[in-house]
């Protein structure tokens, strides 16, 4: 299996990485596919905690916005407060590239590096009205 760069690194930290070819002629169940989206890795800087608070509302409406929209279908931060992840529903590694650079932890530099990485998602195609979400659990904050 040949293997391809799909890593793109913006700001001003992270290493990319090599990740091998999907394989489309791997047959898939009928209710099942293969979406392209990227996941976008965004590292803290210094003091990230106390230098978000006042952008923490700002940045969390622009969240929910492109959940409700789609745009993107997660986005939190590791518990550790060293990365926030999203995964993006867009065309292009520029497109999520611009996505997060346009956040505002990244302009004003809460955010200090910026990893785009192509993801293939596993969609499930559910019966109508089925709930296939799990149980919310809530974690201590």
């Known amino acids: 299996m040949s293997r391809r760069q799909v890593a793109r690194t913006f700001g001003r930290a992270a290493a990319s990485q090599e ?18 989206a990227f996941v976008i890795e965004a590292s803290y800087g210094p003091d990230a905690a106390e230098r ?46 611009a ?10 530099g809460i955010w200090i590096g910026i990893v785009v990485r192509e993801f293939d998602q596993v969609i499930v195609e559910r019966p109508s009205g089925s709930d296939h979400l799990p149980t919310e659990k809530r974690v201590p904050n």
């Open 19 to 36: 990740t091998p070819e999907v394989d489309a002629s791997l047959e898939l169940p009928t209710n099942v596919a293969i979406r392209r």
């Open 99 to 108: 996505l997060a650079r346009s956040d505002p932890y990244f302009e004003a």
């Open 52 to 97: 978000r608070k006042p952008l923490r509302a700002r940045h969390l409406e622009r969240v929910g916005r492109l959940l409700d929209s789609g745009v993107i279908a997660l986005a939190g931060a590791l518990a550790d407060l060293s990365e926030s992840v999203m995964i993006a529903n867009v065309s292009s590694a520029a497109e999520a590239e």
